[in-house]
Each structure stands twice: as C-alpha cells, then as structure tokens.
C-alpha cells in the first residue's frame, strides 16, 4: 500500500527508487524503501517538524535505509545459487511501466550493479551517491552522516575497489549507446540468436564479452558464467534452442536502460529476462535472468523453466 504524500514530496519518487535500487538491486526492495521514506517524512510533518528541504530530507531517509537494509541482504547473497544478478527493471512497448522504472538511471546496469556487490554498505551509498547522482561531498557527507573528508577517502577506495583489472581509477565510463543504434544490434542479436546464425553472433561480440545467467537454483539458468566469443555463441544458440522448443518467444525490451528482451511463454507468462551492454557497436556482456523471485514483479511467472522442487 502507498502511502499518501504531498505533490512536493511525490516529485521525488523516481529519484528515490533509482538510489534504493542503486543500493539494493531489488525492484521489490527499493520500493518498500521508497514508501518506508515517505512513510517517515509523514509522520514527522504529522509532529509538527518543519522540513525545509523535503529532497534532501527523503534522499538521506531512502540511503540510509538502504544501508540498514544491507546488512541482512549480504548475509542472503552469501548463501545464494549460483551467480547473483539484480531484478531487472523492465520498460516495454506493450506494457506500461512505473515512471520511476522508465526514468531509472542508464548507469544502473546489471553489470554496474554487480560490481558493487564488494562494497560495504556506506561505501556502496558514498560510491551510488557521488559516481551515479553528481553529489558534492558535502551534501554526500550529511547522507550518509560522515565527514566530508572521510566521504571522500571512502569513495576512492570504494573506486579502487570496483575497478576492473588495470584500471586503478576506477571502473570504465559508461558510455551513452544512441537508443536506435542499440536497439538494431539487440534486434540483429536476437534474430541470429534465435536462427543459431553463430556467425553473425560472433560478428557482434566484443573480444572480452562475458555471459552471466542468473536462475537462483529454482530454474533452469540460461548458462552459467561464460567468457570466450565462441563459448558464448555455442552457449546462446543451444539455449535459445531449448526456449523455442518449450514454446517460448523472446520480445524487445529496455532493461535496466539498456536494450534487452523479454521471454513469454505461450500464455503470456514471463519465463526470463535478458539484458545487453553494448559498447563501441559491440556487446560487452549479456545478463540473462530465469529466477522467478526476480521475475514476479512483471506479472504471472512462467513454470517452463522450473526446476524440480523450484
């Protein structure tokens, strides 16, 4: 259930949910965040507390929740099957979507978000807060109640520490794919996928591009982590073989503000998510979801991919 706000307070929703999910990487998650703050922001106007900057106030209630949220979502992460990969926030062209998923962030990607899983919680919140939203120091400093001077150590280490292999600066820009551009390589990408056209797929792969599939141990993983160009393209047209003889069709989506797709079954239920980062006209990584705990925020699940016992 929502909780009622003002209109001044409401503005905020889609900044709010792209900080909670930067925090969590849980759709369900940063929403129950979101109305947690504004929960709280009522019944401090109900006490008669004047809150003179009503963003500031949210933005520092949302963040800190997340970082008290953490501590129980790391201990859960500790024990999960298989590779861990966030909820996808999904944007189609036949389903309408919250504004606050369709505004989210493009620097949330499924990558990104991964990276941060080796952050502490007030490093994630430091790191989310200045690298994804353009915060000052000071104002990051009274988020999340440090000093200015520590806000800042802590974010070059929570940079250092993202950083991939001989980049000790940090993790490399995201650069802005022109949406038309990445959506014609995710439509090329999917038909050769779905055609087991291994040429043309190998034609669009980055050297470096790594596969990650995420079913949780109660579904059938599209794959697990793979590396190596023809790895991944053997992995893809066996896998989107076994979608097409379960009855199953893939449909384009923006995924986390990137191009993607999403699978239906042939009743119309959901049966996996997949997401695509592209960079310099190629795909870098490919994130594919069947865990329907991460699913079942976008409607009926599909059981086609369940495991026994699932």
Known sequence: MRVTVGADAYGYRPLLFSIAYGMTGSVGDAEDLVQDAFLGLTRARRAG???????????????????????SARVRRETYVGDWLPEPVVVTADRSAPAEHAELSDALSMAFLVL????????????????????????VAGIVGKSEANCRQIFARARRRVAPEGRPDGPAPVLPVRRAEGAELARRFFEAADSGDMDALLGMLAPDVVFQGDGGGRAQAFGTSVAEPGRV??????????????????????????????????EGR???????????GRIRAIH???NPDKLVHLGPVSDIGLLPGG
């Open 270 to 280: 959901v049966a996996s998510v997949v997401e695509l980062d592209i960079a310099d």
């Open 288 to 290: 594919a979801l069947t």
């Open 116 to 139: 941060l899983e080796v952050l502490t919680p007030v490093e994630r919140a430091v790191f989310v807060l200045r690298e994804v939203f353009g915060y000052g120091y000071a104002d």
């Open 49 to 71: 507390t004047v809150i003179a900057d009503v963003k500031a106030y949210l933005a520092t209630a949302v963040t800190r929740l997340g970082i008290n949220h953490l501590g």
């Open 233 to 266: 393209v053997r992995m893809l047209v066996g896998g989107f073989r076994r979608v097409r003889m379960l009855g199953a069709a893939f449909r384009p989506a923006r995924v986390n503000g990137r191009p993607g797709a999403v699978a239906y079954d042939a």
